[in-house]
């Protein structure tokens, strides 16, 4: 990859090192087993490093190449493949998920009181505009022993179990347990397997099986060659391993929370966390966003396009997690006050949350600073926020500078 000098593009070499200070600190105090950094303005990039191993064992260090499981960092992707298709009329947002998965109607909504919980009708339909906003009342499990995330809980244990693993059945198959909703649609926001549900629409209405449809009008258009949703044998020495935190200290290296088989071809094609990827390549994705849906020449969105998804779409009042600070749009949390959350710049578009995370942010001046820092330490690390005095959130970021 070229590397401007950051003066060039109006970056201080000598404030880029901060970064580089404070992630090789992780590195040896063993936060995190490895981490890549990337930083860029005007599509140039100025920046690029990495720190750490991506196998301790055999101390194989991390390299610009290194392949990483990118899990909520493909949701931004599904939600772009969605606008593509709304783009040449194949979807609306207004429609409900039944128009395109029949079985997905007359949901009921969970209402919890005093003696535990009872069913309610949705007051209407969920929509594909629901699911990408996170307000459909879809959940992920969570730790919680609430009736709903138990539910969630067995059904995706029994579904490892019973289903093959293939994309139209997992959804269907889920679909078919009946989970409630957790709220009525529209009203309330939950980060849930909505996208997931999503990537199964997408090959339904454009006719093409889910990652041949994103091979050929996002991956290819891009330069994406390392994007998959599986790593070839050709690749395997570039695939980094997983840590996980130890109780009291150091890491351990832990099997895929999704308990797939990353060297096998897969028809197991999540769209909410499924793809790997490598830091350059999701550079092309991020840099396509910042341009309106351009890149090197090819048009993949329409930049209006582009700028409605970065609005936020939620009612007034509502936010994800409480965060007052941020809104949702098309496929990712929107900045709407940064003077309430002192670390974040600019107007900016959050894709992806706890496993990995994305910022794309627009400013008046086209700067961006993209970084996309790909940690195979713990998905829910504990220093996570720890990143933020580099600049950084998370796992990745497109930021003013």
């Given at each position: 990859m070229n590397i401007v000098k950051p003066e060039t593009v109006g970056l201080s070499s000598e404030r880029l090192e901060r970064i580089k200070l404070v992630m090789q600190s992780y590195i040896d105090k063993g936060t995190f087993a490895g981490i890549s950094t990337l930083v860029a303005r005007k599509g140039k990039v100025a920046h690029l490093k990495t720190f750490g191993w991506q196998d301790l064992k055999t101390r194989q260090p991390i390299t610009e190449d290194t392949i990483f499981r990118i899990y909520s960092m493909t949701k931004p992707i599904t939600s772009a493949a969605v606008m593509m298709l709304c783009e040449q009329g194949k979807l609306?947002?207004?429609?409900?998920?039944?128009?395109?998965?029949?079985?997905?109607?007359?949901?009921?909504?969970?209402?919890?009181?005093e003696g535990g919980y009872s069913l309610a009708p949705a007051a209407r339909e969920v929509t594909l505009h629901d699911l990408l906003t996170h307000t459909s009342g879809l959940a992920y499990p969570s730790d919680e022993p609430l009736p709903l995330d138990e539910m969630y809980m067995r059904t995706f244990e029994r579904l490892e179990k019973e289903v093959e693993p293939v994309l139209e059945k997992r959804v269907l198959a889920l679909i078919a347990a009946d989970i409630p909703l957790a709220f009525q649609p529209g009203t309330d926001w939950r980060y849930g397997i909505s996208i997931d549900l999503l990537g199964y629409i997408v090959q339904v209405a454009s006719g093409q099986p889910f990652d041949e449809f994103l091979k050929e009008r996002i991956f290819d258009p891009l330069g994406m060659v390392d994007t998959d949703f599986w790593v070839p044998p050709e690749k395997l020495g570039r695939f980094a391993a997983m840590y996980g935190a130890i109780k009291g200290g150091g890491l351990q290296l832990v099997?895929?929370?999704?308990?797939?088989?990353?060297?096998?071809?897969t028809r197991d094609l999540s769209g909410g966390g499924g793809l790997v990827s490598t830091i350059g390549d999701y550079f092309h994705f991020g840099q396509m966003m910042l341009n309106g849906g351009e890149f090197e020449g090819k048009q993949l969105l329409g930049r209006k396009t582009v700028e409605w998804m970065m609005q936020n779409h939620l009612p007034a009042g509502l936010h994800p997690n409480g965060e007052a600070w941020n809104g949702f749009g098309l496929g990712g949390a929107v900045l709407i006050d940064p003077g309430l959350s002192a670390p974040r710049l600019g107007r900016e578009v959050r894709l992806g949350r706890r496993r990995q995370h994305g910022v794309v942010d627009r400013p008046r001046r086209g700067a961006a600073l993209p970084a996309y820092a790909a940690i195979p330490a713990r998905i829910h690390h504990p220093h996570r926020r720890g990143l933020r005095p580099a600049g950084l959130r998370g796992a990745g970021v497109i930021s003013p500078l």
């Open positions: 609306r947002l207004v429609d409900p998920v039944s128009r395109y998965v029949s079985s997905f109607k007359d949901r009921k909504v969970m209402v919890m009181n099997p895929s929370p999704d308990r797939r088989d990353y060297t096998k071809p």
